[in-house]
């Protein structure tokens, strides 16, 4: 079986929407929603959304309070584990990852451990960004790239997919990051454990309504935390590393 886990704050305006895409893109497909207590009501539609139409296909874990993106993403992989889900997908709830790639992610994943949507492959790109926007995105993953030693292209996006055995073994409970450098420090660790990793090409919609998630703290966070992740490399290392890419390249690390 396959679940989405989708974080939420205040994405009562979108979701709707966005399940009905998701459900018609893939038939049988489970959906887990991580809200963290949003003040319009996201937890609450969801609730009601289990009850009628998304029955036993749809799932909710309403958290405290604003907790944090990697925090929700835990939580979310963790319950999947708990269950027998074979592959766990991460996706936004602002329709910036649009359901029509999940196919191709599942195609993907036939062959290989990680997928990661990229925005910065052939075929991949993104809409609706001031330059400023492009340069700290593409910056941040080159950045993460030279100081981890990644073959990765985009190493910040956020949907992706993970076999089971992935997430059993990258340590969950280790994890530090809670901002975008989250997305850094999953793959790195299982790059480090010789999980088979692949990108696939997305185009990146910036949200229609809404704030963008990006801070300035979020912003530093991902700065230095990819210098403790270095740092950490021997502690967290595996012996060797396979991956491929969508243009069929293979990495090899000895």
Known sequence: ??????????????????????????????????????????????????????????????????????????AGFKWALARSYTHIFEMDADFSHNPKYLRSFIEAAQSSDVVLGSRYIAGGGVTNWNLTRRIISLGGSLYSRFILGLPFRDLTGGYKCFRREVLEQIELDDVKSNGYSFQIELTYRAFLKNFRIQEVPIIFEERAAGNSKMSRKIFMEAIWMVWKLRADKNRLQSTTFKTASSSGTSYVRP
Not at 25 to 32: A, D, M, Q, S
Not at 54 to 74: C, D, M, N, P, V
């Open 1 to 74: 079986m396959k679940l989405i886990v989708i974080p939420t704050y205040n994405e009562c305006g979108n979701l709707t929407e966005l399940l009905s895409l998701i459900y018609k893109e893939v038939e049988g497909i489970h959906i887990l929603i991580v809200d963290d207590n949003s003040p319009d009501g996201t937890g609450s539609l969801v609730k009601e959304l289990m009850q009628s139409q998304y029955q036993e296909r749809l799932f909710l874990i309403g958290r405290s309070g604003k907790l944090g993106l990697g925090t929700a993403y835990i």
